[in-house]
């Protein structure tokens, strides 16, 4: 049968306005969730990360904010620059003592951010 | 320090064929988990090395192999190729590949094309 595609949000800024993104994770148990930035062609980038016994997180012109209560994590991308530009993913992991986490993270569906000069 | 490196970039094969890929995680690291990035699933993951030894897999065909060599690299095989595996493969490295804060660090992936 014919495939169905992932139909990503998308969020259209303009440069030097604030982005936030949003993503709901899927495990309560999960207790560290990263943000990647991809790029036509390349590998997702490391931006921030966050663990569950945090509620905010800064970095240089980002931040990440955890609400465990509705499963909901945020980006948020201070004075948004064309470079910004790019498909940004959520991703959570959880560690067990089991081991049947290990290296194992579970990717949100995508964000494409477009920022127009 | 250098980051993850894939080879190779891109690869055309046909169906039925069988395909290996290369992935050399950053220095240091000894966990490495292999992606599977599609326009209709997203990033799934795949199966993960730590030592040598797969520590974890995904929901994956048999088809779907891998391996890890005394220095940390690792490579990918698939077999049999379909249409449906035409995929970006990406490998991710990280220093223990478990706990909290053990962050992956993706190359650049591999863009397989199945004809």
């Known amino acids: 049968g014919e495939s169905v595609g992932l139909h990503l949000p998308t969020l259209s800024v303009q440069e030097g306005d604030n982005s936030i993104i949003n993503c709901a994770y899927s495990?309560?148990?999960?207790?560290?969730f990263i943000w990647y930035k991809q790029e036509s062609g390349k590998g997702p980038q490391f931006i921030i990360d966050i663990r569950s016994n945090m509620d905010k997180r800064q970095g240089q012109r980002v931040t990440v904010l955890l609400n465990k209560t509705v499963k909901h994590l945020s980006l948020q991308i201070a004075a948004t620059q064309p470079g910004d530009s790019a498909v940004y993913f959520c991703a959570e992991n959880y560690y067990n003592a089991g081991g049947t986490s290990y290296g194992k993270l579970t990717f949100g569906q995508g964000t494409i951010l477009t920022v127009h000069p | 320090k250098a980051g993850v490196t894939q080879t190779p970039r891109y690869l055309i094969k046909t169906r039925g064929q069988q395909v290996t890929l290369s992935c050399s995680p950053i220095s240091g690291h000894r966990s490495v988990s292999w992606y599977q990035q599609t326009p209709g699933q997203g990033l799934q993951f795949l199966f993960e090395?730590?030592?040598?030894?797969?520590?974890n897999k995904g929901n994956f065909p048999g088809r779907f192999s891998g391996r890890q060599f005394s220095n940390s690299r690792s490579e990918m095989n698939v077999s049999t190729l379909e249409l449906g595996d035409s995929a970006l493969y990406l490998c991710a490295s990280s220093p223990s590949g478990g706990g909290v804060g053990d962050t992956q660090y993706f190359g650049p992936g591999t863009r397989l094309t199945v004809l």
């Open positions: 495990n309560s148990a999960s207790d560290y």
């Open positions: 090395y730590f030592s040598e030894t797969q520590r």
